[in-house]
């Protein structure tokens, strides 16, 4: 059997141990311990309990800050602001900029708010959804370490930079598109090498920029972009908007959980949310939003049983049936958390063993 599963709801607990025992405050554990399961339930599984171990390598070794102190560097009484994440979880510092967000678009229709000096915070998605969640439309995104190039590159020149965009919608989920810049996120060759698997030749190339079908090559390598100079411009653009106009490290100055584990990440957030009440009223948005989805939903297929989706519709479906199912564990990514385990001394649960 090469997968385990674990239900959602032992899952959280366990992560959340975990995080507490290496350091981490109760109510910081807690959420990152849901993001985690959140992504996982999504299917977005390189951004789930796969980081499980870096993570807590990490915050036990005082790399990301267990308990930082998350402090405004410039903020007028406006729309805008400027944190400071303290090296603290990538999470926690994401949702301290999510919330001040929210905050300021409620009182001024607009919150745009830039963190600098944090670290990897999961899926972008989880950021978006949250300005969702309070009936809004909400923008997240990051730069990260150069790791995708162009054709002809010998060393990668941009992020892999993510940017999610989520709206409220009437019905059982939310308007959600998560990307990320390169063909993949570098995630799913990690998730390919635990598994044994090969890559598709458009995911990346080695550190020779040489094709490869070896996921394990194509991670000591570099991602190629999605569209070519579409993505690459995208991810430049990304970068100038977080690290640069943040006062953070940007390009090559930013640091790899997995190269430079022993090194904060220092990289910088952007989070914007839009309050729809401010162009029209909650009635009118709700009318015109079933509308628009009625119209997406009714666009004429080649096949008749099938249904044109809206993004965040098949996330939504997934997350069902893992609810049911329990989310999948590789046996190497077992190993490696039951390492941890022993060290926090904390027991490996039964679904797992």
Known sequence: MKEKYMKPEELTPFLTLLFEKAGMGRADAE???????????????????LRLPIYLKRVMEKVINPTPCIVPVSELDGPMALLDGDAGMGYVVGKAGMVLAIEKAKKFGLGMVLVRNSNHYGAAALYA?????????????????????????????????????????????????????????????????KKGDKIPTNWAVTKEGKETDDPKEGFAGFLLPIGMHKGFGLSLFIDLITGVLSGGPFLHGLKSMYKHADEPSLTSHLFIVINPSVYISKEDYKERIIEWAGMVHGTPMVEPQAKQVIPGELEYKKELERREQGIPFPVELIHDINTYCEKLRIDLPEALK
Request: proline letters at 6%; a negative charge.
């Open 31 to 49: 959420f990152s311990a849901e993001c985690m399961v959140k992504t996982n339930l999504w299917g977005v599984d390189s951004h789930g309990v």
């Open 129 to 193: 959804r949250m300005a969702a969640e309070e009936g809004m439309i909400g923008i997240s995104t990051t730069n990260v370490i150069p790791n995708i190039g162009m054709k002809g590159n010998v060393k990668p020149s941009t992020g892999n930079n993510p940017i999610a965009l989520a709206a409220p919608l009437e019905g059982d989920f939310p308007f959600v598109l998560d990307i990320s810049l390169s063909e993949v996120a570098g995630g799913k060759l990690l998730l390919a090498a």
